[in-house]
Nanobody, 119 residues
Framework: QVQLVESGGGWVQPGGSLRLSCAAS????????MNWYRQAPGKERELVAA????????MYADSVKGRFTISRDNAKNTLYLQMNSLKPEDTAVYYC????????????WGQGTQVTVSS
């Protein structure tokens, strides 16, 4: 079992940047496939980015490709999402998610962090 705690959300103007972090409690963090999901008001939760266990393979939703970068530091048990060129449509609650299979929703969730992009 793993506990996940997100941080780094906030308000930013369009075109700005934010970096989200997700701290994991498990020393087995490196063995988990990790994801970032987001959910905007009135919309379903969507997969934003995924990274394979131990790093290497990554994938991105078309809507964020070229603007967002997912990464992990297994020595620090931490997942990151660097978000650049933010748009108002990126406004959502962002969730860290851990599981077994790459690009697949896992069983473990963080509490979420709000990202608001507006002028």
């Amino acid at each position: 079992q793993v506990q996940l705690v997100e941080s780094g959300g906030g308000w930013v103007q369009p075109g700005g940047s934010l970096r989200l972090s997700c701290a994991a409690s498990s020393s087995m963090f490196g063995s988990y496939a990790m994801n970032w999901y987001r959910q905007a008001p009135g919309k379903e939760r969507e997969l934003v980015a995924a990274i394979a266990p131990y790093g290497g393979r990554t994938m991105y939703a078309d809507s964020v490709k070229g603007r967002f970068t997912i990464s992990r530091d297994n020595a620090k048990n931490t997942l990151y999402l660097q978000m650049n060129s933010l748009k108002p449509e990126d406004t959502a609650v962002y969730y860290c998610n851990a599981g077994v299979l790459y690009k697949t929703m896992g069983d473990y969730w963080g509490q979420g962090t709000q990202v608001t992009v507006s002028s």
